[in-house]
Each structure stands twice: as C-alpha cells, then as structure tokens.
C-alpha cells in the first residue's frame, strides 16, 4: 500500500506562540535539515504546546507531516508493518511509516517517544536515527531514510505521568533538544482572548487561576493551555469562570471560590506579568 504524502502538508495553526529563541532554533533545524537528516526532541509539561509545534514546522515549512503513536508499540519493527493472513496465506503488510522516511522533506512526529509497551519496541529506531540512516528489514529489504527529513519526537516529563518510561539515554543522545513550559501570563491571556473571542479581562482572570492552581504549594495541579482554552471556550458559551472550571478540571469549588477570592475576582484588572520574548510562530 502507498500513500500520497503531498496531501499530508498541514495547514498552520492561527495564534501559536513559542520563544523568540525556539523560532530562532526551528528555522536552523529547517536549515540543517538541508543538509543532512534531523532528529528534534521536544519535551515539556502535558498539553504545553508540543505536538502543535511539530504541525506548525511541517506547515510554515510546507512539509508533509506524518504522525506515528509511539505508546501503541509492543515489539521491533511494528512501526514498518505486519505479517497478516489472508485466504489461508501470511503475508506482509507495509504501513506507513518505510514510505514516510523515505519521502525527501517529510516530517516525522514520534508521539509520546518514552511510552512504548514496551522498551524493546523501539529498537529498529536505533538504525534510522543513527548517522548512517538506513535499516535492513527482510521483508522490505534496505530502507533508507530521504534527504531532508526531520525526525521531531515528543514526550511528557514529570512524576505525574504513570507508564512513563525515562528515555534510553543512547536514544535520547541522538536528538537536538527543545523544552517547552507554561506560557507567559500576558501571552497566555492573548492566546485563549485570541482563539475564543472571550474579553481580554476574563481571559486574564482565567490565567490568573490557573496559575494560582499551578503553584499552590499543598497540592500544585498540572493545568495546561489546552486546559485553559477549554475553559475559556465554556466563557465563551456563557458558563461563568468558576463553573468553566469546575467542569473542565473537576477543581473543588470550595478551592475556586478560595483563589476566586484572594483574587479579589478581579475580572481582568489585575496587571498581567510582561513577557517581550515570545512570537506567534
């Protein structure tokens, strides 16, 4: 089975911002990529902006994207396809991912890198990711991986993840690395005042509780941008903040109404802490 990888270009996502310096390093990724194969590691908290960032290379550099879910992977070589049976007869089954690397410019997204089932599934990458870039499969014979292609992995990092496994450090000394974290409060209130049209006064406060619930020191909880658009799209829909957040965190509403409160449910006028070093990307 083949593919048409030219309609795998995605489309750019609107309001993506990143650091001035994670722009700077995409666009040397993309450059370096001319001369040889790259390999990208972008870790960071859950829901912090890592897989859109692997679409927004593919788009603003016009390359095919293809997305691979490393957590569903059991055993070697099940990323480059399968023996099935047919009518009586095994045969093998060529997936996606031998056509993916072997297409000059395509971008690799390797989803949740340290979640396989287990370690030993990732060992054909080894081969692929290495500076010879080629791999020997009996059934497909010599791959080897395209000019211009950037491998971008992804991974959660952090005690909260269960099943998380800490990523070979042969593997993981094969990648350039990119960290993400929370962003800024005022780019933050841009990004959700941006995407759901809510005022810029309720998505301030919206920043400003989720970032008390981030660092409260008793119990701090992992709220992320993606948790926050959704809150502010229930504002958007006519839910009030608190109940946006009850229903899309399950926070205790005696715990909203408290930072509610020492917020003084300031509704936005509470001045947002400056960033300059972010850019939509």
């Known amino acids: ?32 990529s001319q001369r040889h194969p790259v390999n990208v590691l972008v ?25 691979f879910q490393i957590g569903i992977l059991s055993e070697p070589g099940q990323l480059f396809g399968e023996h099935r049976l047919k009518d009586g007869e095994t045969y093998y089954q060529q997936f996606l991912f031998p056509q993916a690397i072997q297409t000059p410019g395509c ?15 990732l060992n054909m990458l080894f081969s692929v990711l290495a500076e010879d870039r080629k791999v020997w499969l009996d059934e497909l014979g010599l791959i080897r991986v395209a000019d211009g292609v950037v491998f971008m992995a992804t991974l959660n990092e952090g005690e909260e993840f269960v099943g998380t496994e800490l990523l070979d450090a042969a593997l993981r000394d094969r990648f350039y690395v990119t960290a993400l974290d929370y962003l800024p409060a005022d780019v933050e209130t841009k990004v959700l005042h941006y995407k759901t049209g809510i005022p810029e006064a309720e998505a301030l406060t919206i920043v400003n509780v989720a970032n008390k619930l981030r660092g409260n020191s008793k119990d701090p909880m992992v709220v992320s941008t993606r948790h926050t658009l959704m809150i502010a799209e229930m504002v ?42 972010y850019q939509i990307y």
């Open 1 to 32: 089975m083949t593919f048409d990888l030219s309609s795998f270009v995605p489309a750019p996502e609107e309001h993506f911002f990143l650091p001035n310096s994670v722009v700077e390093n995409l666009e040397r990724i993309a450059a370096l």
């Open 43 to 67: 870790a960071g908290k859950q829901g912090c902006g890592k897989s859109t960032l692997v679409k927004q290379f593919a788009a603003r550099n016009r390359r095919p994207l293809a997305t």
């Open 107 to 121: 971008v690799i997204h390797l989803e949740e890198i340290n979640r396989p089932e287990h370690p030993k599934a």
């Open 236 to 277: 958007a829909v006519g839910a009030s903040i608190e109940d946006a957040f009850i229903y899309s965190l399950q926070a205790g509403k005696d715990l909203l109404e408290s930072i509610l409160l020492s917020l003084h449910v300031q509704l936005g006028k509470k001045d947002a802490h400056t960033e300059t070093g």
